[in-house]
């Protein structure tokens, strides 16, 4: 099938979803589940393909660890569309709703957002995922994910339409595009008579691309320069677990933290216990002439680390003059994405939140809380660090669109 | 001033507006308009350097009453502004506020978006309603208008400028492009590190232009092939002035009727009936076999006359056997603009309402009723006809993005 065809076919059966009723999607879902854990052999001996291309290619442990499933991985997929299937539809809610002087009578209504592209790399779990997700919030989805996961992501596709079938519903609803050639790629991003939204998934080159290249509307996700600023008004007891929760819990997430930002005046006594206790986790720091001054182990930060979304166990140490000092190094470094400042001054901590420009601004609590199940969304496609349309946790809700349906007894404009 | 210089200068103003007061808005918003009053001959001045190009360019009439200023004309932007200034401030709202188990507290507050670019065509007008409304909204604004109108954008952002500074804003808050190449705009679409956002406003063949050539996000807005789709079940004495005013009340505006879908069953009683009264408005219509059965004196209709919007004193006449085949039709060659049924039979109006794809689908009233004012929302930038961010008239409240404020007492994720 070429990619047209899969475009058209996507586009052609976007209808049934958005007449399709919550409990003919929730019985559907709990199909695909059921049909995946039926068929994990099938997947198994396409992942073990992809496997021995991995380890042939010498692709890094981590990498093939990402990409490897096991009966129990399937099974967690299968879990996770059943959670999605008990989640509330996110279409058809009333908005809003108003009277014009007119008499004309105004809804708001969620609908679906039509067809959804997702661009991903090679975490085979994501195929599965990205379909529950686009499918519950009434969405077609075309599925572009990495090569080195193309069996895995065929098999699992194939089990999915399995499922749909099953429970009436056509199988395009879910496609993927099997062919992973870079050119597919470039011709898929200019398909915006068929797809309505892109939703690029993974690395920040992978993100940049699609955001450079794409004729369709993308929502940026993911990129994570996150800060940790210590007030000088900030409990210390309570700044120390929070800096190293959000630098150490885990380190290869967006939302994890990437500098700390220190006020002069509790400098002094705030570095030597952060670096103690940061050590202990086998963080290095990287920091400006004044932190230095306090820990001469460290070393020199440049410009570039304040920039730097390190997914490693380094963090980046800047000491401010005031509160202002440090809004304006974030907003001049950060992502978008999770800022928070620890302090114990009310008026400090407003400032702080209103000033900040980031999906997420927190006061006194790890970043680490930005995630679709910690706002108890239930799920999510992935953390939007721009500001159209969704910003932060994206769940079912920030799948949808809106329309207004307008009833009226004749009338005319004037 | 270079174009990066211009862009760099908005990004550095915004937290100005991120921070200002409701009240400062609004007298700000009020200086202006005076300011626009008491400097008309300026700005009359300046629009006649652009009419004299425009009539040795020969520019057509339409076109240079698009173009001129009066001190009317003045006065009517004047007066834009000060409406804007009366409308609620759509920022800072809570539109949502929740708690987790873990005792984190999360509201969702509207936010500006931050920079919005808006690129037009020549008329000199949106320069002050568009910076009004990003300004109301707390957000910058870098304006590129049309080269026809260059003098008087020039001399009216002057003006604007001067009201902003005796109100202690910057006048980088808005700010126009003042060369006018394409090489420009091309260069202004890739600014994606300083324009969070771009709206484009003009003939469909702009806006195509920006949203393949933009790497910054883009809103659809403005085409219009609007469909009046007369039922089985219509009310013939409603159909026929719902008809005629979504076609003639204003021909050259997006929201206005192109084609008349009409069901088979009333067909022989509609469309004489319509041909009456639209000739009398010297209205052309274009037809399928079936209504040329009908009125034999009326153009073919081709394939090319379904998927136009004409803008002009032509209507397309469809003929359909079931209220399927009229959703199916609108749904292929709509624009996703306003879409209208009449119908007395509450069942095919709940199903065009729900099937069919468009920002606004009435029942019952005309489409021209698509707009911000008359929505209620007190003024419009524009009607997005694409799903992602905002749908239909945007006001105020579509010019805002959100963050989400957390506050916590040292939670850390486990």
Known sequence: MTLLEICQKAKASRGVLVTAETEQKNKALLACADALVQNYEEILKANAVDMEHGKEKGMPAGLLDRLLLTKERIEAMALGLRQIAELPDPIGRVLESFERPNGLHIEKVSVPIGVIGIIYESRPNVTADAFALCFKSGNVVILKGGSDAIESNKAITAVLQKGLVSSG????????????????????????????????????????????????????????????????????????????????????????????????????????????????????????????????????????????????????????????????????????????????????????????????????????????????????????????????????????????CITGNGQVRG
Do not use: W
């Open 169 to 404: 519903f056509p199988k395009d609803v879910v496609q993927l595009i099997a062919e992973t050639s870079r050119e597919v790629t470039t011709e898929f991003m200019k398909q915006k008579e068929y797809v309505d939204l892109l939703i690029p998934r993974g690395g920040a080159g992978l993100i940049r691309s699609v955001v450079e290249n794409s004729q369709i509307p993308v929502i940026e996700t993911g990129t994570g320069n996150c800060h940790i600023y210590v007030d000088k008004d900030a409990d210390l007891q309570k700044a120390l677990p929070i800096l190293v929760n959000a630098k150490t819990q885990r380190i290869g997430v967006c939302n994890a933290a990437e500098s700390l930002v220190v006020h002069k005046d509790v400098k002094d006594a705030f570095l030597p216990m952060a670096y103690a206790a940061l050590k202990e986790k086998n963080v290095e720091l990287r920091g400006d002439a004044a932190a230095k001054a306090i820990l001469p182990d460290i070393v020199d930060a440049t410009e570039e680390d304040y920039g730097k979304e390190y997914l490693d166990l380094i963090l980046s140490v800047k000491t401010v003059d005031s509160l202002e000092e440090a809004i304006s190094h974030i907003n001049r470094y950060n992502t978008g994405h999770s800022e928070a400042i620890i302090t114990e001054n009310p008026d400090a901590a407003q400032k702080f939140q209103k000033e900040v420009d980031a999906a997420c601004v927190y006061v006194n609590a790890s970043t680490r809380f930005t995630d679709g199940f910690e706002f108890g969304f239930g799920g999510e496609i992935g953390i939007s660090t721009q500001k159209m349309h969704a910003r932060g946790p994206m769940g079912l809700r920030e799948l949808t669109s809106y329309k207004y």
